[in-house]
């Protein structure tokens, strides 16, 4: 799926789309809970680049428990980063934000980041080596030992193991009450629009784009997590 489409998709589902959402919140929160472990050690006054940030869930977790925090939030549907935009407006926290819509070969070059924010994003890189560029984009903007956090949904497509995860996780959307023509969308997207790869290799692609070795630390269902140092020896 090209960019500008996928952008589109994005644009239409801004207005419902935490609604849409809610009931699978008890995932998000989960990461949401670790993320703030393995972001805690970075300074108080911590610069946090938010790449796809979509309606802002994730910004919005760290700016609570992180006051003194500011935040990049870089989105190309400005239907999200309209979401977002008031989400912080409505929460405080809008004077600590800068909002980008665009991606991040757009973003105005400034004060390095000492950590980042990446969820289900990367995934819609089909080609590994745009995506390994798409990482690496990312680690030019963090300092030298910046943290990411990345998130993407994982799997070997191949093995009977993602045949049951599908389907226990297309059974969990249900059961949280998504439509069922976002179901079939969903089914679909997942056969063509997203690229699903073992755990293993989504690593590999992080780390071939300026990191140091990725630790997974979260996984439910197909949703994975890593995080990485951007490596010191990248140049930005």
Same mark, same amino acid.
């Given at each position: ?5 996928l ?5 239409r589902q ?5 609604? &849409?959402?809610?009931r699978?919140a008890?995932?998000r929160?989960?990461?949401? *809970?670790v $993320?703030?472990s393995?972001l805690?050690?970075l ?6 680049l938010?790449?796809g940030?979509?309606t802002g869930a994730?910004l919005?977790h760290?700016a609570?428990?992180?006051?003194r925090?500011?935040? %990049? ?6 239907a999200?980063l309209?979401?977002?935009r &008031?989400?912080a ?5 809008i004077?600590?934000?800068y909002?980008?819509?665009?991606y991040?070969?757009? $973003?105005? %070059?400034?004060?390095?980041h000492?950590?980042? %924010?990446c *969820?289900?994003v990367?995934q *819609?890189?089909l080609?590994k080596e ?11 903007r $963090? ?11 994982a799997?070997?497509v191949?093995s009977?193991d993602y045949? =049951?995860?599908l389907?226990a996780? $297309?059974s969990?959307?249900?059961s949280?009450?998504? &439509?069922?023509?976002v179901l079939d969308?969903t089914?679909?997207a997942?056969?063509k629009d997203?690229a699903?790869?073992?755990s293993?290799?989504v690593?590999?692609?992080?780390q ?8 997974q630390?979260f &996984?439910?269902?197909l949703?994975?997590a ?9 140049a =930005?």
């Amino acid at each position: 799926m090209r960019s500008e489409e996928l952008k589109a998709i994005f644009d239409r589902q801004a207005p419902g789309y935490d609604k &849409q959402w809610a009931r699978m919140a008890p995932i998000r929160d989960g990461l949401h *809970f670790v $993320l703030e472990s393995i972001l805690a050690g970075l300074p108080a006054d911590a610069r946090i680049l938010c790449v796809g940030v979509g309606t802002g869930a994730e910004l919005a977790h760290l700016a609570r428990t992180f006051p003194r925090w500011r935040f %990049t939030a870089v989105d190309p549907s400005g239907a999200m980063l309209d979401v977002c935009r &008031q989400r912080a407006e409505a929460e405080g926290y809008i004077s600590r934000c800068y909002f980008h819509q665009g991606y991040l070969d757009s $973003l105005p %070059t400034g004060d390095m980041h000492d950590g980042g %924010t990446c *969820f289900l994003v990367s995934q *819609f890189f089909l080609v590994k080596e745009a995506r390994s560029e798409f990482f690496r984009a990312i680690a030019n903007r $963090l300092r030298p030992g910046g943290v990411l956090a990345s998130a993407d949904l994982a799997s070997d497509v191949s093995s009977n193991d993602y045949d =049951a995860l599908l389907r226990a996780w $297309l059974s969990m959307m249900m059961s949280a009450g998504v &439509q069922p023509e976002v179901l079939d969308r969903t089914r679909a997207a997942y056969a063509k629009d997203v690229a699903i790869l073992p755990s293993a290799i989504v690593a590999s692609i992080i780390q071939a784009g300026g990191f140091e070795s990725p630790v997974q630390f979260f &996984q439910a269902g197909l949703m994975h997590a890593w995080f990485a140092k951007r490596s010191p020896s990248e140049a =930005a």
